[in-house]
Protein backbone atom coordinates (compact mmCIF):
# COMPACT_ATOMS: atom_id res chain seq x y z
CA UNK A 1 0.00 0.00 0.00
CA UNK A 2 1.67 3.04 -0.99
CA UNK A 3 0.81 6.73 0.44
CA UNK A 4 -1.13 8.04 -2.19
CA UNK A 5 -3.71 5.25 -1.29
CA UNK A 6 -3.81 5.20 2.49
CA UNK A 7 -7.29 7.41 2.88
CA UNK A 8 -5.85 8.34 6.69
CA UNK A 9 -2.76 10.03 5.65
CA UNK A 10 -4.81 11.68 2.82
CA UNK A 11 -7.50 12.92 5.76
CA UNK A 12 -10.39 11.25 3.88
CA UNK A 13 -11.08 10.22 8.16
CA UNK A 14 -13.59 13.29 9.26
CA UNK A 15 -15.59 10.45 11.02
CA UNK A 16 -17.06 11.56 14.47
CA UNK A 17 -18.38 8.37 15.48
CA UNK A 18 -15.41 8.24 17.74
CA UNK A 19 -15.92 6.03 20.36
CA UNK A 20 -13.11 4.99 22.80
CA UNK A 21 -11.67 1.72 21.11
CA UNK A 22 -13.53 1.98 17.61
CA UNK A 23 -10.78 4.23 15.36
CA UNK A 24 -8.10 1.08 14.51
CA UNK A 25 -5.67 1.90 11.52
CA UNK A 26 -4.04 -0.81 10.04
CA UNK A 27 -1.50 -0.33 7.68
CA UNK A 28 0.97 -3.23 6.34
CA UNK A 29 4.25 -2.07 6.70
CA UNK A 30 3.96 -1.54 10.06
CA UNK A 31 5.38 -4.41 11.86
CA UNK A 32 3.20 -4.04 15.49
CA UNK A 33 0.17 -4.66 13.17
CA UNK A 34 1.56 -8.36 13.56
CA UNK A 35 1.47 -8.52 17.50
CA UNK A 36 -0.50 -12.12 18.24
CA UNK A 37 2.08 -13.83 20.47
CA UNK A 38 0.75 -16.86 18.71
CA UNK A 39 1.75 -15.64 15.21
CA UNK A 40 4.15 -17.74 13.32
CA UNK A 41 7.17 -16.66 11.79
CA UNK A 42 6.52 -17.02 7.94
CA UNK A 43 8.63 -16.52 5.45
CA UNK A 44 6.97 -15.29 1.49
CA UNK A 45 9.77 -16.91 -0.64
CA UNK A 46 9.04 -20.34 1.20
CA UNK A 47 6.16 -21.66 -1.08
CA UNK A 48 3.97 -24.89 -1.43
CA UNK A 49 0.74 -26.02 -2.77
CA UNK A 50 -1.68 -28.84 -2.01
CA UNK A 51 -4.84 -30.19 -3.81
CA UNK A 52 -7.81 -30.09 -2.07
CA UNK A 53 -10.21 -31.75 -4.42
CA UNK A 54 -10.86 -34.61 -1.82
CA UNK A 55 -10.25 -33.07 1.31
CA UNK A 56 -12.40 -32.11 4.01
CA UNK A 57 -13.05 -28.49 5.35
CA UNK A 58 -11.45 -29.05 8.35
CA UNK A 59 -8.65 -30.63 7.20
CA UNK A 60 -8.01 -28.42 4.47
CA UNK A 61 -7.75 -25.08 6.72
CA UNK A 62 -5.10 -27.71 9.36
CA UNK A 63 -3.49 -28.30 6.29
CA UNK A 64 -2.87 -24.27 5.71
CA UNK A 65 -2.04 -23.72 9.33
CA UNK A 66 0.54 -26.70 9.23
CA UNK A 67 2.47 -24.93 6.78
CA UNK A 68 2.27 -21.57 8.18
CA UNK A 69 4.19 -23.70 11.37
CA UNK A 70 6.70 -24.87 9.16
CA UNK A 71 7.27 -21.58 7.48
CA UNK A 72 5.67 -20.84 4.50
CA UNK A 73 4.40 -17.69 3.52
CA UNK A 74 3.00 -18.72 0.30
CA UNK A 75 0.38 -21.25 -0.22
CA UNK A 76 -1.52 -22.60 -2.73
CA UNK A 77 -4.89 -24.28 -2.01
CA UNK A 78 -6.29 -26.14 -6.25
CA UNK A 79 -9.29 -27.61 -6.47
CA UNK A 80 -10.98 -26.48 -3.17
CA UNK A 81 -14.20 -26.75 -5.14
CA UNK A 82 -16.87 -24.39 -3.53
CA UNK A 83 -16.44 -25.36 -0.22
CA UNK A 84 -17.57 -23.58 2.62
CA UNK A 85 -15.42 -21.57 5.74
CA UNK A 86 -11.82 -22.29 4.05
CA UNK A 87 -9.28 -20.48 4.95
CA UNK A 88 -11.19 -18.70 7.77
CA UNK A 89 -9.23 -17.31 11.03
CA UNK A 90 -5.87 -16.94 9.83
CA UNK A 91 -4.52 -14.28 11.84
CA UNK A 92 -0.91 -14.28 10.76
CA UNK A 93 1.08 -12.60 7.69
CA UNK A 94 0.69 -14.69 4.40
CA UNK A 95 0.61 -15.39 0.80
CA UNK A 96 -2.79 -17.74 0.31
CA UNK A 97 -3.97 -18.67 -3.41
CA UNK A 98 -6.80 -20.38 -3.94
CA UNK A 99 -6.98 -21.97 -7.48
CA UNK A 100 -10.99 -21.94 -7.72
CA UNK A 101 -13.81 -20.88 -6.07
CA UNK A 102 -15.18 -20.99 -2.42
CA UNK A 103 -18.20 -21.90 -0.66
CA UNK A 104 -20.11 -19.65 2.61
CA UNK A 105 -17.65 -17.98 4.86
CA UNK A 106 -14.56 -17.95 2.76
CA UNK A 107 -11.72 -16.24 4.65
CA UNK A 108 -14.27 -15.46 7.66
CA UNK A 109 -11.74 -13.64 10.39
CA UNK A 110 -9.18 -12.78 9.24
CA UNK A 111 -6.16 -10.13 10.36
CA UNK A 112 -3.11 -9.82 7.64
CA UNK A 113 -3.31 -12.21 5.19
CA UNK A 114 -3.04 -11.90 1.72
CA UNK A 115 -5.38 -13.85 -0.22
CA UNK A 116 -6.24 -14.05 -4.05
CA UNK A 117 -9.05 -16.31 -4.97
CA UNK A 118 -9.13 -17.19 -9.08
CA UNK A 119 -12.42 -18.36 -9.01
CA UNK A 120 -15.99 -17.16 -6.95
CA UNK A 121 -16.81 -16.59 -3.73
CA UNK A 122 -20.43 -17.63 -1.80
CA UNK A 123 -21.75 -15.71 0.89
CA UNK A 124 -20.72 -13.97 3.64
CA UNK A 125 -17.21 -13.86 2.49
CA UNK A 126 -14.82 -12.22 4.30
CA UNK A 127 -16.67 -11.85 7.45
CA UNK A 128 -15.18 -9.45 9.87
CA UNK A 129 -12.12 -9.11 8.64
CA UNK A 130 -9.81 -7.06 10.67
CA UNK A 131 -6.48 -6.40 8.54
CA UNK A 132 -5.15 -7.62 5.32
CA UNK A 133 -6.09 -8.33 1.50
CA UNK A 134 -8.66 -10.17 -0.40
CA UNK A 135 -9.21 -10.20 -3.93
CA UNK A 136 -11.78 -12.24 -6.13
CA UNK A 137 -11.48 -12.30 -9.08
CA UNK A 138 -15.18 -13.28 -10.50
CA UNK A 139 -18.66 -13.10 -8.76
CA UNK A 140 -19.48 -12.93 -5.11
CA UNK A 141 -22.41 -13.70 -2.74
CA UNK A 142 -24.43 -12.32 -0.88
CA UNK A 143 -23.40 -10.77 2.18
CA UNK A 144 -20.23 -9.67 1.01
CA UNK A 145 -17.46 -8.33 3.45
CA UNK A 146 -20.18 -8.22 6.08
CA UNK A 147 -19.02 -6.28 9.29
CA UNK A 148 -15.52 -5.88 7.97
CA UNK A 149 -13.29 -3.91 10.29
CA UNK A 150 -10.23 -2.95 8.08
CA UNK A 151 -8.09 -4.44 5.18
CA UNK A 152 -9.04 -4.50 1.86
CA UNK A 153 -11.88 -6.54 -0.01
CA UNK A 154 -11.99 -6.60 -3.65
CA UNK A 155 -14.55 -8.35 -5.71
CA UNK A 156 -13.60 -8.31 -9.70
CA UNK A 157 -17.41 -9.38 -10.85
CA UNK A 158 -20.72 -9.13 -9.28
CA UNK A 159 -21.70 -8.90 -6.14
CA UNK A 160 -25.43 -10.06 -4.22
CA UNK A 161 -27.36 -8.37 -1.72
CA UNK A 162 -26.37 -6.78 1.53
CA UNK A 163 -23.01 -6.17 0.68
CA UNK A 164 -20.95 -4.12 3.14
CA UNK A 165 -23.89 -4.58 6.19
CA UNK A 166 -22.49 -3.07 9.46
CA UNK A 167 -19.32 -2.04 7.91
CA UNK A 168 -17.30 -0.57 10.47
CA UNK A 169 -13.77 0.02 8.53
CA UNK A 170 -12.07 -0.74 5.57
CA UNK A 171 -12.49 -0.58 1.66
CA UNK A 172 -15.14 -2.84 -0.21
CA UNK A 173 -14.49 -2.46 -4.16
CA UNK A 174 -16.84 -4.07 -6.18
CA UNK A 175 -16.11 -4.47 -10.01
CA UNK A 176 -19.77 -4.67 -11.46
CA UNK A 177 -23.65 -4.30 -9.81
CA UNK A 178 -24.57 -4.96 -6.10
CA UNK A 179 -28.23 -6.33 -4.73
CA UNK A 180 -30.13 -4.55 -2.69
CA UNK A 181 -29.26 -3.27 0.99
CA UNK A 182 -26.20 -2.88 0.21
CA UNK A 183 -24.25 -0.71 3.14
CA UNK A 184 -27.15 -1.17 4.99
CA UNK A 185 -25.88 0.06 8.89
CA UNK A 186 -22.82 1.17 7.40
CA UNK A 187 -20.83 3.00 10.13
CA UNK A 188 -17.52 3.48 8.57
CA UNK A 189 -15.44 2.63 5.69
CA UNK A 190 -15.32 3.42 1.90
CA UNK A 191 -17.49 1.08 -0.72
CA UNK A 192 -16.42 1.39 -3.99
CA UNK A 193 -19.17 -0.08 -6.38
CA UNK A 194 -18.12 0.45 -10.04
CA UNK A 195 -21.87 -1.04 -11.26
CA UNK A 196 -25.24 -0.83 -10.13
CA UNK A 197 -26.45 -0.66 -6.97
CA UNK A 198 -30.04 -2.28 -6.15
CA UNK A 199 -32.68 -0.98 -3.99
CA UNK A 200 -31.89 0.47 -0.84
CA UNK A 201 -29.07 1.63 -0.96
CA UNK A 202 -26.90 2.92 1.98
CA UNK A 203 -29.91 2.55 3.96
CA UNK A 204 -29.52 3.61 7.95
CA UNK A 205 -26.05 4.16 7.34
CA UNK A 206 -24.52 6.05 10.40
CA UNK A 207 -21.64 7.01 8.70
CA UNK A 208 -18.89 6.20 5.72
CA UNK A 209 -18.72 6.54 2.63
CA UNK A 210 -20.08 4.95 -0.60
CA UNK A 211 -19.22 5.37 -4.43
CA UNK A 212 -20.71 4.34 -7.15
CA UNK A 213 -20.16 4.33 -10.61
CA UNK A 214 -23.85 2.56 -12.44
CA UNK A 215 -27.44 3.29 -11.81
CA UNK A 216 -28.76 3.53 -8.39
CA UNK A 217 -31.97 1.52 -8.28
CA UNK A 218 -33.31 3.74 -5.12
CA UNK A 219 -31.44 4.99 -1.91
CA UNK A 220 -32.32 3.98 1.96
CA UNK A 221 -32.98 6.12 4.43
CA UNK A 222 -31.08 8.66 5.19
CA UNK A 223 -28.38 8.16 2.64
CA UNK A 224 -27.84 11.41 0.76
CA UNK A 225 -25.74 12.31 -1.92
CA UNK A 226 -22.78 14.33 -1.38
CA UNK A 227 -20.22 16.32 -3.43
CA UNK A 228 -17.50 14.79 -4.76
CA UNK A 229 -14.27 16.03 -3.96
CA UNK A 230 -10.93 16.43 -5.90
CA UNK A 231 -9.44 14.59 -2.83
CA UNK A 232 -12.15 11.82 -3.18
CA UNK A 233 -10.74 11.66 -7.15
CA UNK A 234 -7.78 11.32 -6.28
CA UNK A 235 -8.05 8.77 -3.28
CA UNK A 236 -10.11 6.36 -6.06
CA UNK A 237 -7.95 6.85 -8.64
CA UNK A 238 -4.84 5.52 -6.28
CA UNK A 239 -7.22 2.78 -4.78
CA UNK A 240 -8.62 1.62 -8.29
CA UNK A 241 -5.60 1.71 -10.18
CA UNK A 242 -3.91 -0.39 -7.25
CA UNK A 243 -5.97 -3.46 -8.56
CA UNK A 244 -5.98 -3.00 -12.14
CA UNK A 245 -10.20 -1.48 -12.14
CA UNK A 246 -11.30 1.65 -13.39
CA UNK A 247 -14.63 3.00 -13.61
CA UNK A 248 -16.79 1.99 -16.38
CA UNK A 249 -17.56 5.97 -17.44
CA UNK A 250 -14.83 7.51 -16.03
CA UNK A 251 -14.37 8.61 -11.90
CA UNK A 252 -15.93 12.26 -12.70
CA UNK A 253 -19.03 10.38 -13.49
CA UNK A 254 -19.27 8.50 -9.84
CA UNK A 255 -21.28 9.27 -7.51
CA UNK A 256 -20.56 9.95 -3.62
CA UNK A 257 -22.94 9.14 -0.64
CA UNK A 258 -22.90 9.22 2.63
CA UNK A 259 -25.29 9.32 5.73
CA UNK A 260 -27.63 12.50 6.08
CA UNK A 261 -27.44 11.70 9.56
CA UNK A 262 -30.97 12.44 10.28
CA UNK A 263 -31.45 9.89 12.35
CA UNK A 264 -28.62 10.62 14.89
CA UNK A 265 -30.23 10.26 18.08
CA UNK A 266 -27.47 9.66 20.32
CA UNK A 267 -24.41 11.35 21.49
CA UNK A 268 -20.65 10.61 21.42
CA UNK A 269 -20.31 8.95 25.06
CA UNK A 270 -19.84 5.41 26.01
CA UNK A 271 -22.15 4.34 29.23
CA UNK A 272 -19.49 4.41 30.86
CA UNK A 273 -18.52 7.72 30.30
CA UNK A 274 -21.73 8.71 30.44
CA UNK A 275 -21.70 8.39 34.06
CA UNK A 276 -18.62 10.28 34.71
CA UNK A 277 -20.19 13.80 33.10
CA UNK A 278 -23.72 13.37 34.64
CA UNK B 1 -32.86 -23.70 6.37
CA UNK B 2 -33.77 -25.98 3.44
CA UNK B 3 -31.59 -26.88 0.20
CA UNK B 4 -32.77 -26.57 -3.07
CA UNK B 5 -31.63 -27.66 -6.63
CA UNK B 6 -32.72 -28.10 -10.22
CA UNK B 7 -31.21 -29.01 -13.26
CA UNK B 8 -32.49 -28.69 -17.30
CA UNK B 9 -31.04 -30.29 -19.80
CA UNK B 10 -31.65 -27.92 -23.25
CA UNK B 11 -32.12 -28.71 -26.53
CA UNK B 12 -34.28 -31.90 -26.03
CA UNK B 13 -31.04 -33.53 -24.38
CA UNK B 14 -31.25 -36.55 -22.01
CA UNK B 15 -29.18 -37.65 -19.42
CA UNK B 16 -29.62 -39.50 -16.19
CA UNK B 17 -30.95 -37.25 -14.01
CA UNK B 18 -31.97 -39.72 -11.38
CA UNK B 19 -28.27 -40.08 -10.25
CA UNK B 20 -27.50 -36.41 -11.30
CA UNK B 21 -29.88 -34.93 -8.89
CA UNK B 22 -29.02 -37.59 -6.27
CA UNK B 23 -25.44 -36.00 -6.04
CA UNK B 24 -26.76 -32.45 -6.17
CA UNK B 25 -28.71 -33.29 -2.91
CA UNK B 26 -26.64 -35.26 -0.96
CA UNK B 27 -24.24 -32.29 -1.04
CA UNK B 28 -26.72 -30.63 0.43
CA UNK B 29 -27.24 -32.84 3.60
CA UNK B 30 -25.86 -30.35 5.67
CA UNK B 31 -28.60 -28.10 4.75
CA UNK B 32 -31.63 -30.43 5.82
CA UNK B 33 -31.41 -34.05 6.80
CA UNK B 34 -35.48 -35.03 7.74
CA UNK B 35 -36.43 -35.88 4.29
CA UNK B 36 -35.54 -35.81 0.77
CA UNK B 37 -37.73 -35.48 -2.58
CA UNK B 38 -37.59 -35.60 -5.84
CA UNK B 39 -39.67 -34.33 -9.08
CA UNK B 40 -38.02 -36.23 -11.97
CA UNK B 41 -39.02 -35.55 -15.74
CA UNK B 42 -38.68 -38.46 -18.21
CA UNK B 43 -39.36 -38.72 -21.91
CA UNK B 44 -43.34 -40.12 -21.59
CA UNK B 45 -45.35 -41.89 -23.40
CA UNK B 46 -48.08 -40.50 -25.15
CA UNK B 47 -51.47 -41.07 -23.70
CA UNK B 48 -49.93 -42.56 -20.71
CA UNK B 49 -50.10 -40.77 -16.98
CA UNK B 50 -47.97 -41.95 -14.47
CA UNK B 51 -49.38 -42.15 -11.12
CA UNK B 52 -47.66 -41.88 -7.74
CA UNK B 53 -49.27 -42.71 -4.25
CA UNK B 54 -48.68 -43.27 -1.22
CA UNK B 55 -51.18 -45.03 1.16
CA UNK B 56 -49.52 -45.08 4.69
CA UNK B 57 -46.91 -42.79 6.03
CA UNK B 58 -42.96 -44.17 6.78
CA UNK B 59 -43.16 -43.68 10.75
CA UNK B 60 -46.62 -45.77 10.85
CA UNK B 61 -45.01 -48.52 8.55
CA UNK B 62 -43.20 -48.81 12.40
CA UNK B 63 -45.79 -48.26 14.87
CA UNK B 64 -48.69 -50.74 14.72
CA UNK B 65 -49.32 -53.85 13.00
CA UNK B 66 -52.61 -53.33 11.46
CA UNK B 67 -51.24 -50.95 9.20
CA UNK B 68 -49.77 -53.14 7.02
CA UNK B 69 -53.38 -54.98 6.51
CA UNK B 70 -54.62 -51.28 5.79
CA UNK B 71 -51.58 -50.67 3.37
CA UNK B 72 -53.07 -53.75 1.43
CA UNK B 73 -56.89 -53.13 1.72
CA UNK B 74 -56.37 -49.11 0.66
CA UNK B 75 -54.27 -49.90 -2.38
CA UNK B 76 -57.13 -52.39 -3.56
CA UNK B 77 -59.81 -49.92 -3.24
CA UNK B 78 -57.55 -47.56 -5.58
CA UNK B 79 -57.37 -50.44 -8.17
CA UNK B 80 -61.16 -50.58 -7.72
CA UNK B 81 -62.00 -47.07 -7.88
CA UNK B 82 -59.53 -46.97 -11.03
CA UNK B 83 -61.35 -49.31 -12.88
CA UNK B 84 -64.45 -47.97 -11.86
CA UNK B 85 -63.38 -44.74 -13.92
CA UNK B 86 -62.15 -46.70 -16.67
CA UNK B 87 -58.72 -46.25 -16.07
CA UNK B 88 -56.77 -48.63 -17.60
CA UNK B 89 -53.87 -49.81 -15.85
CA UNK B 90 -50.63 -50.91 -17.83
CA UNK B 91 -48.27 -51.37 -15.64
CA UNK B 92 -47.90 -51.05 -11.80
CA UNK B 93 -44.98 -50.94 -9.32
CA UNK B 94 -44.17 -51.60 -5.98
CA UNK B 95 -41.84 -48.58 -4.95
CA UNK B 96 -41.76 -49.61 -1.36
CA UNK B 97 -44.54 -51.32 0.89
CA UNK B 98 -46.62 -48.09 1.44
CA UNK B 99 -45.97 -46.07 -1.43
CA UNK B 100 -46.50 -47.04 -5.29
CA UNK B 101 -45.99 -46.43 -9.30
CA UNK B 102 -48.72 -46.86 -12.07
CA UNK B 103 -48.67 -46.27 -15.73
CA UNK B 104 -52.66 -46.07 -17.12
CA UNK B 105 -54.22 -44.52 -19.73
CA UNK B 106 -57.14 -42.39 -19.39
CA UNK B 107 -59.12 -40.11 -21.69
CA UNK B 108 -61.64 -38.82 -18.95
CA UNK B 109 -62.20 -35.58 -16.44
CA UNK B 110 -58.33 -36.08 -14.75
CA UNK B 111 -59.08 -34.03 -11.78
CA UNK B 112 -62.49 -36.29 -11.18
CA UNK B 113 -60.58 -39.56 -11.33
CA UNK B 114 -57.71 -37.96 -8.76
CA UNK B 115 -60.42 -36.79 -6.32
CA UNK B 116 -62.08 -39.58 -6.63
CA UNK B 117 -58.91 -41.47 -5.27
CA UNK B 118 -58.06 -39.03 -3.24
CA UNK B 119 -61.26 -39.53 -1.43
CA UNK B 120 -59.98 -42.60 -0.04
CA UNK B 121 -58.96 -42.25 3.62
CA UNK B 122 -55.15 -42.32 3.76
CA UNK B 123 -54.23 -41.64 0.32
CA UNK B 124 -52.40 -39.42 -1.10
CA UNK B 125 -51.45 -38.78 -4.25
CA UNK B 126 -47.67 -37.64 -4.94
CA UNK B 127 -48.21 -37.13 -8.95
CA UNK B 128 -49.83 -37.68 -11.98
CA UNK B 129 -48.21 -36.49 -15.24
CA UNK B 130 -47.13 -37.58 -18.23
CA UNK B 131 -43.81 -36.96 -17.74
CA UNK B 132 -43.53 -36.16 -14.01
CA UNK B 133 -42.86 -38.42 -11.35
CA UNK B 134 -42.39 -37.35 -7.75
CA UNK B 135 -40.76 -39.26 -5.15
CA UNK B 136 -40.06 -37.92 -1.43
CA UNK B 137 -39.69 -40.02 1.64
CA UNK B 138 -37.57 -39.62 5.27
CA UNK B 139 -33.99 -39.96 4.92
CA UNK B 140 -30.88 -38.58 2.71
CA UNK B 141 -31.07 -37.97 -1.09
CA UNK B 142 -28.86 -41.52 -1.05
CA UNK B 143 -31.11 -43.46 1.09
CA UNK B 144 -34.20 -42.24 -0.40
CA UNK B 145 -32.98 -42.67 -4.43
CA UNK B 146 -32.15 -45.80 -3.36
CA UNK B 147 -35.24 -47.04 -1.96
CA UNK B 148 -36.80 -45.42 -4.89
CA UNK B 149 -34.33 -47.07 -7.46
CA UNK B 150 -33.93 -43.49 -9.13
CA UNK B 151 -30.31 -44.01 -10.00
CA UNK B 152 -30.45 -44.61 -13.88
CA UNK B 153 -33.95 -42.42 -14.70
CA UNK B 154 -33.49 -40.76 -17.66
CA UNK B 155 -34.89 -37.32 -18.58
CA UNK B 156 -34.70 -34.26 -19.25
CA UNK B 157 -35.06 -31.99 -15.85
CA UNK B 158 -35.24 -32.36 -12.76
CA UNK B 159 -36.38 -30.25 -9.31
CA UNK B 160 -35.16 -31.20 -5.74
CA UNK B 161 -35.62 -30.84 -1.83
CA UNK B 162 -33.61 -31.71 1.00
CA UNK B 163 -35.71 -30.41 4.26
CA UNK B 164 -35.26 -29.03 7.57
CA UNK B 165 -38.79 -29.11 9.29
CA UNK B 166 -39.25 -25.75 10.64
CA UNK B 167 -43.00 -24.74 10.41
CA UNK B 168 -44.51 -28.02 10.09
CA UNK B 169 -44.01 -31.84 11.07
CA UNK B 170 -41.08 -34.55 10.07
CA UNK B 171 -43.36 -36.69 7.67
CA UNK B 172 -43.88 -37.69 3.58
CA UNK B 173 -46.66 -35.31 3.83
CA UNK B 174 -44.99 -32.12 4.58
CA UNK B 175 -42.31 -32.99 2.39
CA UNK B 176 -41.45 -31.43 -0.79
CA UNK B 177 -41.51 -31.61 -3.93
CA UNK B 178 -45.17 -30.28 -4.31
CA UNK B 179 -47.67 -31.26 -6.64
CA UNK B 180 -49.30 -28.57 -8.29
CA UNK B 181 -52.37 -30.33 -7.83
CA UNK B 182 -54.49 -31.08 -10.21
CA UNK B 183 -52.45 -30.02 -13.27
CA UNK B 184 -49.95 -32.22 -14.98
CA UNK B 185 -46.49 -32.03 -14.52
CA UNK B 186 -46.11 -28.82 -11.94
CA UNK B 187 -44.11 -29.05 -9.19
CA UNK B 188 -42.38 -26.60 -6.73
CA UNK B 189 -39.85 -26.87 -3.98
CA UNK B 190 -39.21 -23.85 -1.99
CA UNK B 191 -35.99 -22.94 0.89
CA UNK B 192 -38.22 -20.06 2.81
CA UNK B 193 -40.90 -19.10 5.24
CA UNK B 194 -43.66 -17.85 4.42
CA UNK B 195 -45.32 -14.67 6.56
CA UNK B 196 -49.01 -14.59 4.80
CA UNK B 197 -49.57 -18.34 4.69
CA UNK B 198 -53.10 -18.80 6.36
CA UNK B 199 -54.77 -15.58 4.64
CA UNK B 200 -53.83 -16.83 1.03
CA UNK B 201 -54.71 -20.47 2.18
CA UNK B 202 -58.03 -19.59 3.41
CA UNK B 203 -58.30 -17.62 0.02
CA UNK B 204 -57.66 -20.49 -2.10
CA UNK B 205 -59.27 -22.70 -0.30
CA UNK B 206 -62.58 -20.81 -0.98
CA UNK B 207 -61.94 -21.01 -4.08
CA UNK B 208 -62.10 -24.76 -4.08
CA UNK B 209 -58.12 -25.78 -3.81
CA UNK B 210 -57.29 -28.45 -1.66
CA UNK B 211 -54.28 -28.43 1.15
CA UNK B 212 -52.59 -31.68 1.62
CA UNK B 213 -49.81 -30.46 4.22
CA UNK B 214 -49.51 -27.24 7.03
CA UNK B 215 -45.98 -26.72 5.37
CA UNK B 216 -46.14 -23.44 3.89
CA UNK B 217 -44.31 -24.38 0.83
CA UNK B 218 -47.69 -26.20 -0.58
CA UNK B 219 -48.83 -22.64 -1.02
CA UNK B 220 -46.57 -21.74 -4.00
CA UNK B 221 -47.64 -24.91 -6.04
CA UNK B 222 -51.38 -24.30 -5.37
CA UNK B 223 -51.11 -20.51 -6.13
CA UNK B 224 -49.15 -21.28 -9.31
CA UNK B 225 -51.60 -24.02 -10.30
CA UNK B 226 -54.93 -21.25 -9.82
CA UNK B 227 -52.83 -18.63 -11.93
CA UNK B 228 -52.20 -20.86 -14.88
CA UNK B 229 -55.78 -22.19 -14.67
CA UNK B 230 -56.83 -18.84 -14.75
CA UNK B 231 -54.82 -18.35 -17.94
CA UNK B 232 -51.22 -17.32 -16.97
CA UNK B 233 -48.36 -18.56 -18.58
CA UNK B 234 -45.77 -19.78 -15.77
CA UNK B 235 -43.62 -16.97 -15.74
CA UNK B 236 -46.32 -14.70 -15.22
CA UNK B 237 -48.00 -16.69 -12.67
CA UNK B 238 -44.48 -16.46 -10.65
CA UNK B 239 -43.82 -12.80 -11.00
CA UNK B 240 -47.27 -12.39 -9.51
CA UNK B 241 -46.13 -14.57 -6.80
CA UNK B 242 -43.16 -11.92 -5.75
CA UNK B 243 -45.82 -9.22 -5.39
CA UNK B 244 -48.53 -11.24 -3.43
CA UNK B 245 -46.54 -13.45 -1.37
CA UNK B 246 -45.17 -12.41 1.76
CA UNK B 247 -42.27 -13.77 3.71
CA UNK B 248 -38.87 -15.16 2.66
CA UNK B 249 -38.61 -17.53 0.15
CA UNK B 250 -36.79 -18.73 -2.86
CA UNK B 251 -38.04 -21.39 -4.71
CA UNK B 252 -38.00 -23.28 -8.01
CA UNK B 253 -41.04 -24.57 -10.01
CA UNK B 254 -40.90 -27.17 -13.52
CA UNK B 255 -43.56 -28.16 -16.01
CA UNK B 256 -43.29 -30.56 -18.76
CA UNK B 257 -40.79 -29.03 -20.41
CA UNK B 258 -39.96 -25.93 -18.10
CA UNK B 259 -37.56 -24.83 -15.11
CA UNK B 260 -37.97 -21.84 -13.25
CA UNK B 261 -36.41 -19.81 -10.37
CA UNK B 262 -37.88 -17.16 -8.38
CA UNK B 263 -36.46 -14.91 -5.65
CA UNK B 264 -37.89 -12.44 -3.05
CA UNK B 265 -37.79 -8.59 -3.07
CA UNK B 266 -35.17 -9.46 -0.12
CA UNK B 267 -33.24 -12.05 -1.74
CA UNK B 268 -33.29 -13.04 1.53
CA UNK B 269 -32.47 -17.07 0.80
CA UNK B 270 -29.74 -18.52 -1.29
CA UNK B 271 -29.52 -19.75 -4.87
CA UNK B 272 -26.59 -19.90 -7.27
CA UNK B 273 -26.80 -20.61 -11.36
CA UNK B 274 -24.98 -21.78 -13.65
CA UNK B 275 -25.84 -21.77 -17.19
CA UNK B 276 -24.16 -22.58 -20.32
CA UNK B 277 -25.30 -23.57 -23.91
CA UNK B 278 -26.35 -26.78 -23.20
CA UNK B 279 -27.40 -27.00 -18.87
CA UNK B 280 -28.68 -24.74 -16.16
CA UNK B 281 -27.97 -26.05 -13.03
CA UNK B 282 -29.43 -24.26 -9.74
CA UNK B 283 -28.93 -24.65 -5.98
CA UNK B 284 -28.67 -23.47 -2.75
CA UNK B 285 -25.10 -23.74 -2.38
CA UNK B 286 -22.51 -24.13 -5.13
CA UNK B 287 -21.30 -27.29 -4.22
CA UNK B 288 -24.52 -29.28 -5.50
CA UNK B 289 -23.34 -27.88 -8.97
CA UNK B 290 -19.52 -28.98 -8.54
CA UNK B 291 -20.87 -32.28 -7.66
CA UNK B 292 -21.65 -33.10 -10.77
CA UNK B 293 -19.32 -30.72 -12.51
CA UNK B 294 -16.06 -30.87 -11.22
CA UNK B 295 -13.98 -28.74 -13.41
CA UNK B 296 -14.12 -25.10 -12.83
CA UNK B 297 -17.29 -23.24 -13.97
CA UNK B 298 -18.37 -19.59 -13.90
CA UNK B 299 -21.62 -19.19 -11.09
CA UNK B 300 -23.54 -15.97 -10.08
CA UNK B 301 -26.48 -15.20 -7.93
CA UNK B 302 -29.73 -14.10 -9.52
CA UNK B 303 -30.70 -10.84 -7.86
CA UNK B 304 -33.67 -10.38 -5.30
CA UNK B 305 -37.12 -9.89 -7.55
CA UNK B 306 -35.68 -12.09 -10.19
CA UNK B 307 -37.59 -14.37 -11.95
CA UNK B 308 -36.25 -16.62 -14.63
CA UNK B 309 -37.68 -19.44 -16.76
CA UNK B 310 -35.77 -21.97 -19.18
CA UNK B 311 -37.08 -24.80 -21.84
CA UNK B 312 -35.86 -28.00 -22.24
Keep these: MGSVTTSHDMGLHEEQLAGRT ?57 NPRAKHSLGVGILNRLNLNFEGSLGYFGCGLIDGPNIHISGRVGWSCAENMMAGKVVIEKNAGSLFGAAIRGGDLVCKGQAGARVGIDQKGG ?70 SQYGMSAPNGIDSMIKLTSGKQLWNYDNLEPTEKKLVL | MCGIAGLIWKGGVTSDIGSEMTQMLQALKHRGPDSTGFALYGKGDEGVHVLRFKVAEQEEMKTGFDI ?35 HFKFDGDLKRLIDFIEDLDGVEILSVGKALELIKDLGDATVVSDQYGLKGFVGTHAIGHTRMATESDVDIRSAHPYWAYPFNDVSVVHNGQLTNYWTMRRDLERRGHRFMSNCDSELIAVYIADRIDRGDELEGAMQRTIDVIDGV ?58 VKVWAA
Design chain 2, 68 to 102: HRLVIERKAAVDTRLAEMGAEVIEREDATEYAFRY
Design chain 1, 22 to 78: QQMFFSATEEENFTYPWAYEVDFEKAAEFDAADMEIADINIAIRDLMKSGHGTITVK
Design chain 2, 249 to 306: FTYLVATGNQLGMAKDVMGAKPMVLYESDEFVGLASEEVAIRSIFPREIDTWDPYQGE
Design chain 1, 171 to 240: TIIVGDSVGAFTGFMMQRGRMIILGDAGDNLGDSMYDGTIYVGGRIASLGVDCVETEMTDLDKRYLEGKL
